[in-house]
């Protein structure tokens, strides 16, 4: 099973790029690698989910390598808004067993202004 | 649609007490899962279901027990409440075909004491 490794925590300025990444050196052919944002007092909620190269929505954009051995979160111009806890998750897009799905720890981003 | 919807939000146990915390989706999604979080642990799958009258258990099953009746409820059950336990409790749900992309709900925040 692959395992996934981020930063315990980041800082940042409004208006700043941000970018996280997710070491996840064992994934496996058919997994996806998927990014939740998580505010104080909620559960985490879906930001962006990618197989390979470059994946873009309105909220972030997703770059994974070739080797897919990585992914790279990034935010453009962050506000104070965007102060959370971002999560890496790497599985299976249709998982019949929930146990293959590998959250990483959280990455707790703090945007200052 | 509400989405996911836990009760209660907060509860106060005494260690032994039993309770049970619900859980109900209303997208007809076939998965629905129960994680805990605790501070540096990131989420840790309890128990999952792939559809109706069928359960799992996930990375740390004791001392919970769950059902699946129907599609939408996901009970899940403290036996007799020790205060390891004591944590935040999210229920998430997702469809077959795209088990990573969950949805969560606000969670419950459980002290046993």
């Known amino acids: 099973l692959a395992k996934t490794t981020q930063p315990i925590s980041m800082d940042s300025y409004e208006g700043q790029e941000v970018n996280i990444t997710c070491s996840h050196n064992?994934?496996?052919?058919?997994?996806?690698i998927t990014w939740y944002q998580q505010f104080p007092s909620q559960g985490p909620r879906f930001i962006i989910q990618?197989?390979?190269?470059?994946v873009t929505n309105e909220v972030a954009s997703l770059f994974i390598p070739a080797d897919r051995k990585s992914s790279t979160l990034s935010l453009p111009r962050v506000s104070l808004s965007d102060t959370a806890v971002y999560y890496c998750?790497?599985?299976?897009?249709?998982?019949?067993?929930?146990?293959?799905?590998?959250w990483g720890l959280g990455t707790s981003l703090a945007v200052n202004p | 649609n509400a989405g996911v919807t836990q009760t209660p939000k907060f509860q106060v146990l005494k260690t032994g007490q039993s309770m049970t915390l619900q859980c109900a989706q209303d997208m007809n999604h076939e998965y629905m899962s129960w994680y805990r979080q605790d501070p540096g642990m990131g989420l840790r799958l309890i128990h999952y279901?792939?559809?109706?009258?069928?359960?799992d258990q996930g990375e740390v099953p004791n001392g919970y027990n769950v059902s699946r009746s129907t599609t939408e409820d996901f009970p899940l059950r403290l036996l007799s409440a020790a205060p390891s336990q004591t944590s935040v409790y999210f229920c998430?749900?997702?469809?077959?075909?795209?088990?990573?992309?969950?949805?969560f709900g606000a969670g419950t925040r459980l002290s046993v004491l």
């Open positions: 990618g197989y390979k190269t470059k």
């Open positions: 279901s792939v559809g109706a009258g069928i359960t």
């Open positions: 998430a749900s997702s469809l077959r075909t795209e088990g990573n992309i969950q949805y």
């Open positions: 064992n994934i496996a052919t058919n997994d996806y």
């Open positions: 998750l790497v599985g299976p897009r249709g998982a019949g067993n929930n146990r293959k799905l590998i």
